[in-house]
């Protein structure tokens, strides 16, 4: 590449300077003493033979300016960065966003439910599929995995479990033994707190704290991997993220949120039998109240929800970890709408559970 340099042409040619060659970083600390200490007010200079031209070559050009030279046949490269750096040139503005009217905006919005459905559908499609190969090719299972997140989702989740269900119990014993102590009938807040422990609260008190714990953490992980175009080399090297991300955390959570509901369960008992106590009611009391109360229908019951409310944890986070956006900020909106999501599909799960359950006389 040619050096920039100016050439001083005789008076007698009545020809004005030429610059030529680079103006770019590694020439132009060359030129700045001689343009300082030339007056240049007034002096035409040739710049048709600027070959490339970079800021620190616009700068130059920017100085040569502001001391009274006048530029001419600059390339269009060149002069692009040189009005770049004009003080008065006006501030690009965005352009305003347009609007869009009532009808449109319901459109849009209808468009994008039916996306998500779509998207959902083909999520559990492409869960059974992996599913169907496991079954058929069950050496593919990657067990190290899904006993990892077994540990992730069960194990590491126990101290929280029972601090939450043993505050559970308490609260419920607690509030329910005052006012019924009134009509002599403390002794059946332990059929209440068994019934409703067992067949609601156990399985849905687990479900939001895994919802909370470790649906996000499945959004945020795969989210992050999904950013750093990691799936995209899962697939680039021929593993298939349903089977190779998916489906080992599935199957975690559906098998530990029935184990952890049970844990929820006895340290709740245990809560407010320590409660019924303080009341005068023994142990062995509190335990027949209950063993009367509950039967094998409400126990199983209560085992199908979590085993359901864990699949739908695990797979709406995996599910908004595979369709996170571009950029640092969709890892947390990801994790956020994972949660948001669960919450809601929990509750509708449990109500769905109740009028079944009417219905059916369980």
Known sequence: MAATKTQLIPPEAQTPFRLCGDLTLATVPELWPLIRSTEWASTCIDASEIQQCDGAGAALLFELIQRGAQLENLPEQSQRLLTALNPEQALIRASAKPRVNLIAQVGQQT??????????????????????????????????????????????????????????????????????????????????????????????????????????????????????????????????????????????????????????????????????????????????????????????????????????????????GLNTGNGASAVGAATTQAVVQTLVLLVVADGLFAVVAYHMGW
């Open 111 to 320: 468009a994008g439910i039916f996306a998500e459905f779509e998207r959902q559908i083909s999520f559990l499609g492409a869960i059974a599929h992996a599913v169907f190969n496991t079954i058929t090719q069950p050496k593919t299972f990657r067990y190290r995995d899904f006993l990892q997140q077994c540990e992730l989702v069960g194990a590491n989740a126990v101290p929280i479990v029972a601090l939450i269900s043993i505050l559970l119990g308490v609260i419920l014993a607690f509030q329910s033994a005052i006012p019924m102590r009134q009509f002599g009938a403390e002794l059946y807040v332990a059929n209440l707190l068994g019934l409703s422990l067992i067949r609601e609260l156990g399985p849905l008190v687990t479900a939001i704290l895994l919802a909370g714990r470790s649906g996000a953490a499945f959004a945020a992980e795969i989210g992050t991997m999904k950013v750093n175009e990691e799936v995209n080399a899962l697939v680039t090297f021929g593993f298939d993220p349903m089977r190779f991300l998916v489906l080992p955390r599935l199957m975690a959570g559906v098998l530990m949120a029935p184990l952890l509901t049970l844990f929820a369960e006895a340290v709740g008992l245990f809560g407010g039998a320590l409660v019924m106590k303080g009341f005068g009611i023994p142990f062995s009391t509190f335990w027949n109240q209950v063993s009367t109360q509950v039967d094998l229908v409400d126990f199983s019951t209560g085992l199908a929800k979590a085993a359901i409310f864990g699949f739908i944890v695990a797979s709406v986070g995996c599910l908004r």
